[in-house]
């Protein structure tokens, strides 16, 4: 087959940012977790929950290999439109049934997304003049989406007020524009696909861990993964506990937690814009090792602490993300070949859903309360907040072993 024209590859990069804010928009983020316990007691949540990262578990190796074997499209039109099916079933779901197959459903979107798209960013850049400042345009791109995501977050946050359900109609709107926009994509890996079959591709990426940097990154994303999700999910249920506006006449949560959430994505996004400066000034380990630092700091607070001032410490939540993507991606991306790309980001992926799932499984057993009050929030918390401490500890010591700078 023959190679991308350069008409193709422009269209790619002015299509990709459009494409990658919409489908990353998430505006169900900042009422989620009221969706689900107006359907659902807190030890089922947990347990939806655990079936979304446990079917990720078991899709993200396989659609990475699909994606460097088939192709970076196709890989993103499938993602694309299992997102819009998740949000339809969300928007119109009210029973366990229901919820989890869109979980399953999001699973997959998710999966398929994860890795792919950074590598056909990635790989589309890597074709022009622009290559070398890759990592800052991704930084930018992620400091833009940011910006929209807490648009929508806000948005899907005031429509909570009249009904929960709303803010998955406005992920639905915009993820049916995201897949008008992924259909227009032009081929990005024509010649460079994987030719080897599905267990050879996995060796092939273990071998990746010969490489300290990279293992200590994987390392990374395995806490990091497990710990960053702790004040993403259980933020919503912080605030309510705080019933700051006890008299109002409306329910204020849904836009209370609407306007944090947005609130702290658009703080993080001056980070995610600054994100590879930071790496250039201090080292990419040492900004590792400061992602870890504030994780943890915010989970010692909301873990320990039922009290408004916690809010600061909330607001920081997107903090830890947005300066360690990009770095991350610009990092590793040219230490591994464009036909196992997908496949080592999915594993890398995989560990850290993996042990997410784990984690909820357990705590859904732990739990077993119909309402849901400070003590039990507590406990899940301080969970996050033992697991963010073994992992500083962990990537301090490999660091100082391996001398990895």
């Given at each position: 087959?023959k190679?991308?024209?350069?008409?193709?590859?422009?269209?790619?990069?002015?299509?990709?940012p459009l494409?990658?804010?919409?489908?990353?928009?998430?505006?169900?983020?900042?009422?989620?977790?009221?969706?689900?316990?107006?359907?659902?007691?807190?030890?089922?949540?947990?347990?939806?929950?655990?079936?979304?990262?446990?079917?990720?578990?078991?899709?993200?190796?396989?659609?990475?290999?699909?994606?460097?074997r088939?192709g970076?499209?196709?890989?993103l039109?499938?993602?694309?439109?299992?997102?819009?099916?998740?949000?339809?079933?969300?928007?119109w779901?009210?029973?366990?049934?229901?919820?989890?197959?869109?979980?399953?459903?999001?699973?997959?979107?998710?999966?398929f997304?994860?890795?792919?798209?950074?590598?056909?960013?990635?790989?589309?850049?890597?074709?022009?003049?622009?290559?070398?400042?890759?990592?800052?345009?991704?930084?930018?791109?992620?400091?833009?989406?940011?910006?929209?995501?807490?648009?929508?977050?806000l948005?899907?946050?005031?429509?909570?007020?009249?009904?929960i359900?709303?803010?998955?109609?406005l992920?639905?709107?915009l993820?049916?524009?995201?897949?008008?926009?992924?259909?227009?994509?032009?081929?990005?890996?024509?010649?460079?696909?994987?030719?080897?079959?599905?267990?050879?591709?996995?060796?092939?990426?273990?071998?990746?861990?010969?490489?300290?940097?990279?293992l200590?990154?994987?390392?990374?994303?395995?806490?990091?993964?497990i710990?960053?999700?702790?004040?993403?999910?259980?933020?919503?249920?912080?605030?309510?506990?705080?019933?700051?506006?006890?008299?109002?006449?409306?329910n204020?949560?849904?836009?209370?937690?609407?306007a944090?959430?947005?609130?702290?994505?658009f703080?993080?996004?001056?980070?995610?814009g600054?994100?590879?400066?930071?790496?250039?000034?201090i080292?990419?380990?040492?900004?590792i090792?400061?992602?870890?630092?504030?994780?943890?700091?915010?989970?010692?607070?909301?873990?320990?602490?039922?009290?408004?001032?916690?809010l600061?410490?909330?607001?920081?939540?997107s903090?830890p993300?947005?300066?360690?993507?990009s770095?991350?991606?610009?990092?590793i991306?040219?230490?591994?070949?464009?036909?196992?790309?997908?496949?080592?980001?999915?594993?890398?992926?995989?560990?850290?859903?993996?042990?997410?799932g784990?984690?909820l499984l357990?705590?859904?057993?732990?739990?077993?309360?119909?309402?849901?009050?400070?003590?039990?929030?507590s406990s899940?918390?301080?969970?996050?907040?033992y697991?963010?401490?073994?992992?500083?500890?962990?990537l301090?010591?490999?660091?100082?072993?391996?001398?990895?700078?």
């Amino acid at each position: 087959m023959k190679e991308l024209s350069i008409s193709d590859i422009n269209k790619n990069l002015k299509l990709y940012p459009l494409f990658f804010i919409l489908f990353r928009s998430y505006a169900w983020a900042s009422i989620f977790f009221l969706y689900f316990l107006k359907h659902l007691p807190i030890e089922q949540v947990l347990q939806l929950e655990a079936i979304y990262y446990l079917a990720v578990v078991v899709l993200e190796v396989p659609s990475g290999y699909f994606s460097d074997r088939i192709g970076r499209k196709p890989t993103l039109v499938i993602a694309t439109v299992f997102q819009a099916l998740t949000y339809a079933l969300f928007f119109w779901g009210d029973n366990f049934a229901v919820l989890s197959l869109a979980q399953v459903c999001f699973a997959f979107s998710f999966a398929f997304v994860s890795g792919t798209d950074q590598s056909f960013y990635y790989e589309s850049v890597k074709l022009t003049k622009h290559k070398n400042n890759y990592g800052q345009m991704e930084a930018s791109l992620m400091k833009k989406s940011m910006w929209f995501r807490a648009f929508s977050q806000l948005m899907a946050g005031f429509l909570g007020i009249y009904a929960i359900e709303y803010g998955y109609g406005l992920s639905f709107v915009l993820s049916v524009m995201a897949l008008l926009l992924v259909l227009q994509f032009k081929e990005v890996s024509v010649n460079k696909k994987s030719k080897v079959g599905f267990l050879s591709q996995i060796q092939l990426c273990f071998n990746y861990w010969k490489v300290p940097k990279l293992l200590w990154v994987t390392i990374f994303i395995f806490f990091f993964t497990i710990c960053t999700h702790f004040p993403y999910e259980y933020f919503q249920k912080y605030i309510d506990l705080l019933d700051i506006f006890k008299n109002a006449n409306f329910n204020e949560t849904p836009l209370f937690t609407g306007a944090v959430a947005s609130l702290a994505i658009f703080i993080a996004s001056f980070f995610a814009g600054s994100s590879i400066t930071l790496k250039n000034k201090i080292g990419f380990t040492n900004v590792i090792i400061l992602t870890f630092i504030l994780i943890t700091l915010i989970l010692f607070g909301m873990s320990y602490f039922l009290s408004s001032w916690v809010l600061f410490l909330i607001l920081m939540r997107s903090i830890p993300s947005a300066i360690s993507r990009s770095p991350i991606v610009a990092e590793i991306s040219p230490l591994i070949k464009d036909s196992e790309r997908a496949t080592f980001m999915s594993i890398n992926s995989l560990i850290g859903r993996f042990g997410y799932g784990m984690v909820l499984l357990g705590l859904s057993n732990f739990v077993n309360v119909e309402q849901t009050n400070w003590v039990t929030l507590s406990s899940l918390l301080k969970v996050g907040f033992y697991i963010s401490v073994t992992g500083l500890v962990s990537l301090l010591v490999f660091k100082k072993i391996k001398k990895i700078i």
